[in-house]
């Protein structure tokens, strides 16, 4: 079994579960966003993400170290979950898991995720036109962007929906040009 599989075979149960507990208690989108919180703390925080994936530090520990950082900030359904994952050996797949929650919920809301690579910071009505296009592209309800700044990109952007890339850069114009001189 590849690290990829078995990864999956723990991180979607768990992150199905969590749904199903925030479905049955009416609490969808709190839970989308505690889980949102948590992707963000373990993103700014490689020291973090370190320590809840280290074997050697106890459970108590984590328990402890989760509960200053969360207990309060979150729903105490998903403070629960945490403290369920430590409790199972599975609080490495944290990350894994909220992540997985965030495509569930997109997927229950028909929101589509769209990367999007600029050349530089995209303004209001700039994200507005590319959430328009997408919901079109998509057939989405809403649209979710993940913007990242590219400078070598020259002018443009490209968006990717999942397996669909959509190249609007000056890059990808140009490319296509040359191609149809030849």
Known sequence: ????????????????????????????????????????????????????????????????????????????????????????????????????????LRELKNIALAEVTSAVELSDGQREQVRDRVKVFTNASDVELQIEVDPTLLGGVIIRVGSKVLDLSLRGQLRRLALSLS
């Open 1 to 104: 079994m590849t690290g990829q599989m078995a990864t999956a075979e723990i991180v979607e149960p768990y992150a199905k579960a969590l749904m199903a507990i925030a479905t049955e208690h009416d609490l969808v989108d709190v839970i989308g966003e505690d889980t949102a919180q948590i992707l963000d703390t373990l993103k700014s925080s490689e020291e973090l993400r370190q320590f809840i994936t280290n074997p050697i530090i106890k459970p108590a520990t984590k328990k402890a170290v989760l509960a200053q950082l969360f207990e309060g900030q979150v729903h105490d359904y998903m403070f629960r979950f945490l403290r369920l994952l430590v409790d199972r050996g599975r609080i490495l797949f944290l990350q894994e898991i909220c992540a997985q929650y965030q495509v569930l």
